[in-house]
Structure formats: C-alpha cells, structure tokens
C-alpha cells in the first residue's frame, strides 16, 4: 500500500522554528517530527511519497520517492495532493505531513474494511482543551450519523455541540476508493472549486466533504489512540504536546523492535 504525506506548507504558524526548514522537520523530543511516520511506514513495508514545496531540498535525505508543489506559497492542502495524481491509484492512504500517532491507529485505518475511510479522534475535547485557551478557533465540525459514517466535516463550528470528532489527518482509500478521489479532485480542479471553495484555497477536509455531497460514503474510523499535531509555537512547547509524544515514541519504537 502506498501512503502520501503532505508536507509542502511553509509552517508560517510554527516561525521561527520552520524559518530555514519544513514544518515536518522541526525536531521534537529529539527527532524530526516526520520520522516517526516514516520509521513506521517503513517498517510495515508501506511505499511512501512525499508531497514537499517549502524548503524541499532538505527532504532528500529520506529514502523515498518525492513530488514537489511548485506553487507551495499560493496554495493549500488538495492543490499539494493533486501534484501527486498520477500516483492516486489502488490502495492508498493519505496523511498530513505534522502529525505523529500510535502505529494502532495505522492498523485500524488498514483494516477499515470501506472503500474511504479516515480517522476520527473521539478525545478531542481533552486534547484541544490543553492545547488551546480558546479551542473553537482551530476546531472543526464533524457530524457522525448512527451507521458510522461522516456527514458533514471541516466548516467552522459556533458551538461544541456541532462536534462529534475531529479528523487527524489520515485517510484512507480502497483502490474503488481511490478512483472516486481521483475523479472528484479533477471534477474540482476543471471548475475551480471544492466544497463552493477556491481549488487553490482547499483543505483536505473540503475535498471530503465534496466526496461525501456527492453521495459517496466515508467511514469514521474512531480513535481513542494518541495522536498529536504539531501546528503552532504552542503545540511546540506544550507539555501535553511532549506527554502524548513520549507514549507515541514508546509505542513506535515496541513495534520496530517486532
């Protein structure tokens, strides 16, 4: 199976930290944040392709194929994944380049069992809570109906009651799964928008959302496992950022000694 990270963004939130490098390598806990991804998909036998736009040279140390996003600085997360089309194909799954989590979330998505899936964090009331005095502000709707599947993601929330989960940014996709994806993206891209959104503008959130309007369904694959985002100077810092992690590490480094 073959996993795409997204990792072009400049980092303008996590500055000055991602002022000389990219945001996937600023060293946390000792490491590069992206290495726990890739130490993991490497020793499950994944193929992993990075999407890279700020600072990409620097990626090149990692032994895996790499796509670059020649227009990193105007664009957002789907115009980063369509440089990568010509690989959306078979199984695939999709995963933001500033995340770090428990290999166990890796296996659920694995075995979803759907033809799209994406990961849905049960606790996020706790972890947005300890990450940030105001957590409607960074928090996102998700609306979760009683056959587990997602209705309704990504618009800005006015109340938590319009939460039932957040995404963590790993979705997965069947090789039907990946064809519905990939259909939708150049849909979008020939008309210019996703979700009523600028194609140059869109989030990951708003080309699942445009999949699930169209009438397909995506699964949430629910998680009570430890993941983290690093996003801000903040997250950076956090003492629940460096908690989480040192459980994930622990995690990760049980699995590789497998």
């Known amino acids: ?22 945001k996937c390598l600023v060293s946390i ?13 490497e020793n499950l036998g994944y193929e992993v392709i990075l999407v890279a736009g700020w600072q990409s040279y620097q990626l090149k140390q990692f ?21 990568a089309r010509k690989s959306l194909k078979g199984r695939l799954i999709i995963s933001y380049g500033d995340i770090a989590y428990s290999p166990k979330i890796l296996r659920s ?12 964090d049960l606790n996020w009331k706790e972890y947005w809570s300890k990450r940030s005095d105001n957590p409607l502000e960074d928090l996102e709707t998700m609306r ?17 009651d319009e939460i039932q989960g957040q995404y963590i940014g790993l979705t997965y996709l069947s090789s039907l799964g990946s064809q519905i994806l990939m259909t939708t993206l150049q849909d979008c891209h020939r008309i210019g928008l ?22 397909y369904e995506v699964k949430a694959v629910k998680t009570e496992q430890l993941w983290i985002e690093v996003d801000t100077v903040e997250d950076l810092e956090s003492r629940v950022t460096v908690s989480r992690l040192d459980h994930i590490d622990t995690e990760i480094a049980v699995t590789l000694e497998k």
């Open 144 to 160: 979760i109906n009683d056959k587990n599947l997602i209705t309704q993601l990504g618009a800005k929330p006015l109340s938590l």
């Open 63 to 83: 032994n895996v194929s790499m796509i670059e996003n020649p227009k990193f600085s105007t664009t957002n997360m789907v115009s980063t994944l369509y440089c």
């Open 1 to 22: 199976m073959r996993v795409i990270i997204l990792a072009a963004g400049e980092g303008k939130r996590l500055r000055p930290h991602t002022n000389d490098k990219p």
């Open 29 to 41: 806990n000792g490491a590069p944040l992206i290495y726990r991804q890739l130490s993991i998909l």
């Open 194 to 215: 996703v979700n009523k959104k600028p194609f140059a503008a869109a989030y990951l959130t708003d080309l699942i959302q445009e999949i699930i309007s169209r009438g």
């Open 109 to 120: 998505l694995d075995n979803c069992g759907a033809d799209i899936a994406t990961v849905v």
